[in-house]
């Protein structure tokens, strides 16, 4: 399993104090049979104590989790660049039992 997802219409923050967002558009590939959810969670990776949540979206092929599905509190680092990495999770939702899990990194901003 392998995704992508860019920043593209975030607005730029850069004092620390993160804005309540909606998620950007993560194109997924190769999720495995039985997938039902895919959760989605972003760290920096440069102040990794920081949770800066994510959300779960329903899907069962290779595809776009849309921009907008979920709320998660944006990346807004204080002084300079910061890595951020978004780990994507498979999951059944009959059981829960995680099928894959993939990350995608970028820098902000």
């Known amino acids: 399993m392998q995704f992508t997802f860019d920043w593209a219409g975030l607005k730029l923050c850069t004092s620390g104090a993160p804005n309540k967002v909606s998620n950007p558009r993560f194109k997924v590939t190769g ?25 779960w979206v329903a899907m069962s092929g290779d595809g776009t989790a849309p921009a907008g599905a979920f709320s998660y509190k944006s990346p807004c680092p204080p002084n300079g660049t910061h890595t951020y990495e978004w780990t994507a999770t498979a999951k059944s939702k009959k059981n829960g039992k995680v099928l894959a899990k993939a990350t995608a990194r970028r820098k902000y901003p």
């Open 31 to 55: 999720l495995p049979a039985g997938t039902t959810i895919v959760q989605f969670r972003l760290k920096d990776l440069d102040a990794p104590g920081y949770n800066h949540g994510g959300g």
